[in-house]
């Protein structure tokens, strides 16, 4: 990812930010010179563009990011608003990045954060989806916290998957071509092993609503069959919580933040008088291990923040009580 292929309104900005921690970049700008590219096959290296979208009228830029996606382009769209339309092309194309329009001096973290490698995985996720686009998001969105996208095409092969072991997530697109529910849910109730691992359906809300699916007893292993957008959503929810959670615990414990909670909010003449002499006698919060206990802390939330933020987009504002589409 160290060469960036950028087209945007702001090449200049981005290109001396990219140049300035080690990236090495092309920058495209002109309708025209995107065109040639196109025409003459410069583009077909593979690697990163940076792609400024309209938000009012995105579409015009289908053409590109699909050309981009086919030559194995890791895509990062920036635009200045998230619209509908603009919502709908990016999921359209499997693009999860969405960054603002102009944020130079972010970009060069981003990019770095994405560059990230782990020697081991938190866990698979199983994707039962013939949709390229779509498992496209759902390994953009999982990878970035460290759990690998393992995607399948048949029943066979997702129960194949499911014994190997360290599930995180079991996903299903009821929409998969030649899917056959009935198979899957016998397969699923079999095995008592398969209750331990998080299951969830999900469906495209153009191909109609969800009675079939309850009439052939999928109520039987999961909660809800949710929308698309409703997978992304909730992943992005539960993947940032579980990854700034025990970082928010740790933190605390080092501060002792539970029993010297009142050095939160009360003025600094009440806590003076609550501790009595405790106050006096305080453990040294900045010696040296705990001093980089915490600032490793801070660096782990801080870049748990940059990874988030491409696909906070993602993110739907849920209602209590779900029903189909909106869950099940």
């Known amino acids: ?55 009012g009228s995105p579409e015009g830029r289908r053409p590109l990011l699909r050309h981009l996606n086919e030559k194995g382009f890791r895509i990062i769209a920036t635009s200045n608003s998230c619209t509908p ?30 560059n990230e490698s782990h020697a081991v995985t938190s866990g698979r996720c199983i994707v039962l989806d013939d949709d390229e686009f779509r498992v496209r998001m759902l390994r953009s969105i999982i990878g970035r916290f460290n759990y690998s996208v393992f995607p399948v095409s048949g029943v066979e092969e997702f129960f194949d998957q499911l014994s190997c072991g360290d599930v995180a997530w079991a996903l299903a697109n009821l929409g998969t071509h030649g899917f056959d529910l009935g198979s899957l849910i016998r397969r ?16 495209d809300m153009n191909e109609g609503l969800f009675v079939h699916e309850f009439i052939t007893g999928l ?55 609550s501790l009595g002499m405790e106050i006096f006698t305080l453990e040294n919060i900045l010696k040296d291990k705990r001093f980089d206990d915490l600032g490793k802390t801070i660096d782990r939330l801080n870049s748990a923040m940059i990874k988030t933020s491409g696909i906070r987009w993602l993110l739907k504002d849920n209602c209590r009580g779900a029903t189909c589409g909106g869950g099940a």
């Open 188 to 203: 699923w109730l079999s095995c008592s092993d398969n209750r331990r691992i998080p299951f969830i359906p999900y469906k």
């Open 219 to 273: 109520n039987r292993i999961a909660r809800v069959i949710l929308s698309t957008e409703e997978v992304f959503s909730m992943l992005v929810n539960v993947h940032f919580r579980k990854e700034i959670f025990p970082l928010t615990d740790t933190l605390n414990k080092s501060i002792e933040f539970t029993s010297l909670m009142n050095f939160a909010g009360e003025p600094l003449g009440r806590i003076f008088f």
């Open 1 to 55: 990812m160290n060469h960036i292929f950028l087209i945007t309104s702001q090449n200049a900005g981005y290109g001396e930010k990219l140049a300035g921690t080690g990236y090495s970049v092309t920058a495209l700008t002109p309708s025209s010179e995107i065109h040639d590219a196109l025409t003459a096959g410069t583009l077909c290296a593979g690697g990163t563009a940076v792609v400024e979208l309209e938000s």
């Open 85 to 114: 339309e603009l919502k709908n092309l990016l999921m359209a194309e499997g693009i999860a990045d969405l960054l603002p329009a102009g944020d130079c001096a972010g970009l060069p973290a981003y990019l770095n954060m994405m």
